[in-house]
């Protein structure tokens, strides 16, 4: 089980920061990643993290928002800075995503995040 936390209204320019907590430690040996889903459009990836720490960004994405984990805490952090109107979206945790991108078979319910002044 993934739980998402840490959503909510921010300007833009501003950060946010989505914490995602696993519930067991099935989720050390997967790649993590968050995804988001706009009003409107599909779902995207973000951001992706493997085991040894490797990281992968969407264009959108890259320079602003950052992606961490934490096993010892089975936490998978995205920090987001300089945000904008268009990040605006559900963000979902995802449990064993591939390194280019692709959704793996778990994920939580999702964490608003509104962009607006």
């Known amino acids: 089980q993934l739980v998402e936390s840490g959503g909510g209204l921010v300007q833009p320019g501003g950060s946010l920061r989505l914490s995602c907590k696993a519930s067991d430690n099935t989720f050390k040996i997967l790649n993590m990643a968050w995804f988001r889903q706009a009003p409107g459009k599909g779902r995207e990836s973000v951001a992706v993290?493997?085991?040894?720490?490797?990281?992968y960004y969407a264009d959108f994405v890259k320079g602003r928002f950052t992606i961490s984990r934490d096993d010892a805490a089975n936490t998978v952090i995205l920090q987001m800075n300089s945000v904008k109107l268009e990040d605006t979206a559900v963000y979902y945790c995802?449990?064993?995503?591939?390194?280019?991108?692709?959704?793996?078979?778990?994920w939580g319910e999702g964490t608003q995040v509104t962009v607006s002044s």
């Open positions: 993290v493997s085991r040894s720490h490797d990281t």
């Open positions: 995802n449990g064993g995503a591939s390194m280019t991108g692709a959704p793996g078979t778990y």
